[in-house]
Structure formats: structure tokens, C-alpha cells
């Protein structure tokens, strides 16, 4: 029977939550458990598809093709575990699921409530990720900060979740705040008792306290933290700033966190081993002998987590070159025509990520045009697939004004156009191509040198595909077609023979990556760039 470990958010939002699940998740898993993880996130969308990068960040896609909440991402980057649809529980999806319930029938004769109907609906999806697998540990982080409203549903179904499962096979762990007063000339602990206080107050006692703070925590204050959260002095967790996400596992680990919870959990295991992870990741990532500038030109590089998983993967392409990537980020919409040199000038690289809409892309096609005219090597994803196809049909072929039907629905060259199963769609939510598809790769391509696989699996999320009716002219000109998906001869790949590193693909590889295993093209994509320096 599997265990259970919830956590949940106190004081303010962004105290990096997902990263302390997915740390504990690696510390787990280090010990030998298997785990998986299920992120809460109370909000009413059914899921962060139909979001933009302003209100949610990057929307993070799994195998089976569910768009879910980038902390997702945290957790199969740090774990090995294999993450679904069911691993991403909304509000929304437990509403649409208990309404539709209602509108069959099933609830005949009942008033159908929050309490119990809602709540049932939640600790049951949250039983059904472990249902069938051979788990250790079920870690469920709840998303949102302890106050909110609309995380009440949540907080009071764990709440009886802990009582049906028995005490000793359900752990709350609490993130909270320890706030530096500089006036003051101290770190205040209010804060956390007040939002201990309101966690009690729906019946949840923390066991474990993860403190963030800019300081290393008094003894008198951890004392003071024990004695009025109600918890033992050991389980106050310090969690103070890191110079990078993958230190926080041995962070926690140093100070015995694994140890607490296996011993309060019951849970037999061997000894937590990170030396691995230590000499793979955070070492390589504090001491590289190498260093890379890669612009990153999108449309939403002012926000923080719209390109989430990218950055990381460019991270982890750097640790597998012993380099460290300094990532220039560039807004598309700023690449003018004359300032195009005068912005990349100094980069080594350039990635043109995923996006919707027109904004931005002249810029992006601009910053393709440098790349492959000045043999920068280049990355494009999605979007940036598109975009390169774009400029080698307008600057290669002579194609003038071509276009994706998705920015000109009247181009006289549409070649990225809807395939016919989209033009069907009406609703918008879940309805892109999504989801892990096959492709097969060219061999004595760049694609193949760096898969060294015939066939790979990757993840897409788009509507928007080449139209090859365009294909044979753009081999003649030298495009090169180097992964195709082997029903339906959908392009998945392209790259430039005469070029030292100029690959582009539809898919989104970034999803796959991990620090201590770089997803082959971003691996690649760093070593040609460092090679060009
Ligand atoms: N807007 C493009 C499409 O829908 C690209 C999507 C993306 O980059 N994720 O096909």
C-alpha cells in the first residue's frame, strides 16, 4: 500500500513549491522507493491549455498528451517518474466530472454538495494515480497558498483523506516563509504561525515544516517555530536560496529530511545516495570549464516560466558539455531588421522556441535569416520549426510572401497550413495534436547523429503542420527532411546540410530532458555551438 505525502504553500506564492516536491521526490526515490507525483491546482480552467503564458507560464505536456501545470515538469525532471493526464487534478476537471455525473443520473435523489461530492471526486483521483502501480510513495502537492478560497475543497479532502488512510500513512508537509526584517535586525516567525494556525483550524496538523528564508535560521528561532507550529524541532526544514533548483534535493537531504519522513512514514528503505546526482548535475553546473552564450527569441521572454522547460533543457545541454549556458533572452518583436546583427552579435547560438499568434514573427524569421546566413548554430521548436520553413521558403525559394495559414489565411505560399482533421476543430481545449508520436529519423543526418536512433518518441503540442505540397521543392533547395512521422508522413524534423548545425522540429524535446540525461538535440545543439565560438 502506497504512502502519502501532501504538501502545501503558506505566507506568500512562488516559494518554489513544485521545486521542494519534486526535491523530495528525488529524495525518495534516491532511497531506493518508487514514487509519483500529483499536482492540485484549485483553479476552474480544466487545465492550463487554454491559458496564456501571461496568466499560467509554459503549459507542460505529458506522453499521453495532457497539457498540464509546468510543475509537472519539476517532477520528471528531478524523478524518474512517469507522469499522465490523472497526475494533473483541477478544480475544473473535478467539476466537469461530478456535473456530469449529476446531468447521467448517478447521484439520483441526492443534493449534490461540495462536501462530499467534490471532495470524494478529489481523493479519488488522487487514489487512482496508485491504483494498479507498485508505489512507495503518492507525493500531492496543492497548489495555491492556505487561505485561498478556492483551495478550501482540497485542503479539507486531504484532510479526511489522512483519516481514511490512517494517520501513520499520510505526511503534511507545510512551505512557509521566514521573512528577514532589516530594520528589525530579525526573522520573523508570525507569519508561519499564522498560516500553521489556519491549517489547524481546517484540521490539518504539518508534520514537516520546509522554511524558505534569505538567512540560516536561529536556533531560537527554530525553537520558537517547534513550540508554536506544533511541530518537533527536527522537522523545521531550512530551505534557504540556492545558486540552482538541483541543489535543493541535497540541501534537504543534509539535513535529514528522507530520514524523517521514511521514519514517520514507516517506510523501510537503504540509505539516500545523491553522490550521483551530486557529481553529474550540481557539481558540473557550479564548476563548468566551458561557457556558451544562446539567444532565446520569443514573444514572451519578460516572464519567467513561459519558457520553462527550454531554459532548463539548455541547461542540461550545457552540462553534458561541461559548459555553462548564459541564455540571452531576445522579445521576437524587437528584432528589427537593422538591429538583428547588432542583437546576436555576441551569441554562439540561437533557439527560436514555441508560440501562437503573429506577433513576433517577423523577428523570429529574421533571427532565422542571421543563423543561417552567418552559420550561427540553430534551434527551432515548434513554432521555431515553422518560422525557419517560413524564411527558407521566402529567402531560398524565391517563395515571396509565404506564410502559415495560422498568420495569413490568403498566402499565395501556405506552407504551414491545418491539417484537414483540425480544420474541424471548434473548441479549443485539448484539441491541438498532443502527446508522445513516432518519428523516424534520416540516417548520416544531424538528427541521426545526435539520436543515434532510428526511431524516437517525442511530445507535441500544435495545430499547425507542413503542408508537403511544398516538399519536393524545398529538397531540391536544399532542405533537408530528416525526421518523419512514420503514418500520415507528417514532417518532424528538418535541418540545412551545408550549415554547421541548423536543425528545426515540430515537436518539443524540451519536455524529455533531465539534468543528468540532456535530451540528444539540446545536447548537440550546445556542443555546435561551443564548437563555433
Ligand atoms: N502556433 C503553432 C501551431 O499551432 C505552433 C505551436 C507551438 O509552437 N507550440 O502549430
Partial sequence: MAKYIFITGGVVSSLGKGIATASIGKLLEARGLKVTVIKCDPYINVDPGTMSPYQHGEVYVTTDGAETDLDLGHYERF???????????????????????????????????????????????????????????????????????????????????????????????????????????????????HSVGKLREIGIQPDILLCRAERPLSKEAREKIALFCNVRKETVIQALDVDTVYEVPLIFGKQGLDKVIVKRLGLRSRKGDLTEWKNRVVKRLKHPHYHVKIAVVGKYITLQDAYKSIYEALIHGGIANNARVEILRLDSEKVSREETRELLREVSGILVPGGFGYRGIEGKIRAVKYARENGIPFFGICLGMQTAIIEFARNVCGFEGANSTEFSRKTKYPV????????????????????????????????????????????????????????DTMKKSGLVFSGIHPTGSLVEIVELKDHPWFVACQFHPEFQSKPDNAHPLFKHFIKAALAAQ
Avoid: W
Avoid at 89 to 103: A, C, D, F, L
Avoid at 107 to 130: C, F, M, W
Avoid at 141 to 167: C, H, K, M, N, Y
Avoid at 170 to 184: C, D, E, M, R, W
Fill in 79 to 193: 524523478t524518474n517518474a512517469e507522469l499522465g493526464r490523472d497526475n494533473n487534478i483541477t478544480t475544473g476537471k473535478v467539476y466537469h466530472s461530478v456535473i456530469s455525473k449529476e446531468r447521467k443520473g448517478e447521484y439520483l435523489g441526492n443534493t449534490v454538495q461540495v462536501i462530499p461530492h467534490i471532495t470524494d471526486e478529489i481523493k479519488s483521483g488522487i487514489r487512482k494515480v496508485a491504483e494498479g502501480k507498485k508505489l512507495d510513495v503518492v507525493l500531492v502537492e496543492i497548489g495555491g497558498t492556505v487561505g485561498d478560497i478556492e483551495g478550501l475543497p482540497f485542503l479539507e479532502a486531504i484532510r479526511q483523506f489522512s483519516i481514511e488512510e490512517g494517520r501513520d500513512n499520510v505526511l503534511f508537509i507545510h512551505l512557509t516563509l521566514i521573512p528577514y526584517i532589516k530594520s528589525a535586525g530579525e526573522m520573523k516567525t508570525k507569519p508561519t504561525q
Fill in 416 to 471: 504551414i497550413s491545418l491539417l484537414e482533421e483540425q480544420k474541424k476543430v471548434k473548441h479549443k481545449g485539448a484539441s491541438m495534436r498532443l502527446g508522445a508520436y513516432r518519428c523516424r529519423i534520416k540516417s548520416g543526418t544531424k538528427a541521426s547523429a545526435a539520436y543515434k536512433r532510428k526511431e524516437v518518441t517525442e511530445r507535441h503540442r500544435h495545430r499547425y503542420e507542413f503542408n508537403n505540397a511544398y516538399k
